[in-house]
């Protein structure tokens, strides 16, 4: 089974997600050029898909990482470690 999450832009076609950020905060990217990045906000009544830069994509993924880091959860902490680089780097 896949654990890959994908949602459909109207204007920039297939979006993936890259990591989950908080209980309902996501990061997603276009599924090709990994330029544009989207933070998606749920809540019980909507989803919001903001675009944001990839320098602040870049910087609520470091976020993530610190907090993984901090609180021990080293499986995450490495996978999410790897897309960093993948993506940043």
Do not use: W
């Not at 949602?7 to 993936?16: E, S």
Request: proline residues 2%.
């Amino acid at each position: 089974m896949s654990n890959e999450i994908y949602v459909n832009h109207p204007t920039f076609g297939l979006l993936y997600r890259v990591c989950i950020l908080d209980d309902n905060q996501e990061l997603f990217t276009t599924l090709y050029a990994q330029r544009l990045f989207f933070l998606v906000t749920t809540n019980s009544t909507n989803t919001a898909l903001d675009p944001i830069s990839r320098s602040d994509a870049r910087l609520l993924i470091e976020k993530r990482l610190r907090n993984l880091r901090r609180i021990g959860i080293s499986q995450e902490y490495q996978d999410l470690s790897e897309i960093h680089k993948k993506t940043f780097q």
